[in-house]
């Protein structure tokens, strides 16, 4: 029989070892989850965009940028798609998710008051755009919420 360590039921902190897998408290599983699964939504919304919406589209895509007035629209297009990839990217990223989320937001707000000038229209068409203007900034919203939550768990809070 082999004599006991001074160590022995003890993990290298000293603290006693307790049996099983570590516990996860359900709050704490629960808020990782919902973290993570928002944040997929979010990069489902923008690469959805990128790529089902404007890159097949990408002539029609351009047209309409340049429709809406907005100087150099290949270019702009391109930076559109570029911010739809990267930014969710960014997102998924550990330590950029904070920078992802406030370029996606600007982003939001950028498209919110370019493309869905409700204040321009009468009727129907007003109200749709009104729909599409306030979509956009409730969603710049909650990734400013993000942002401010990376910052705040970045600060050890």
């Known amino acids: 029989?082999?004599?006991?360590?001074?160590?022995?039921?003890?993990?290298?902190?000293?603290?006693?070892?307790?049996?099983?897998?570590?516990?996860?408290?359900?709050?704490?599983?629960?808020s990782i989850a919902g973290d993570l699964a928002g944040r997929l939504a979010v990069c489902a919304l923008f690469w959805w965009s990128a790529f089902v919406d404007i890159l097949p589209?990408?002539?029609?895509?351009?047209?309409?940028?340049?429709?809406?007035?907005?100087?150099?629209?290949?270019?702009?297009?391109?930076?559109?798609?570029?911010?739809e990839i990267g930014g969710p990217a960014l997102l998924l990223t550990p330590g950029l998710e904070a920078a992802g989320a406030l370029l996606l937001a600007t982003y939001c707000v950028a498209t919110a008051v370019l493309f869905h000038a409700f204040w321009l229209l009468d009727g129907d068409g007003r109200d749709t755009q009104l729909v599409h203007f306030l979509k956009n900034i409730a969603i710049a919203g909650a990734l400013l919420t993000l942002t401010a939550r990376a910052h705040t768990h970045a600060d050890g809070a």
């Open 57 to 83: 589209t990408w002539p029609a895509t351009v047209d309409y940028v340049a429709a809406q007035g907005i100087p150099f629209p290949w270019v702009a297009s391109v930076l559109a798609v570029a911010l």
């Open 1 to 30: 029989m082999r004599p006991a360590s001074p160590n022995e039921g003890h993990d290298l902190a000293g603290e006693p070892l307790v049996g099983g897998p570590p516990r996860v408290e359900p709050l704490h599983f629960l």
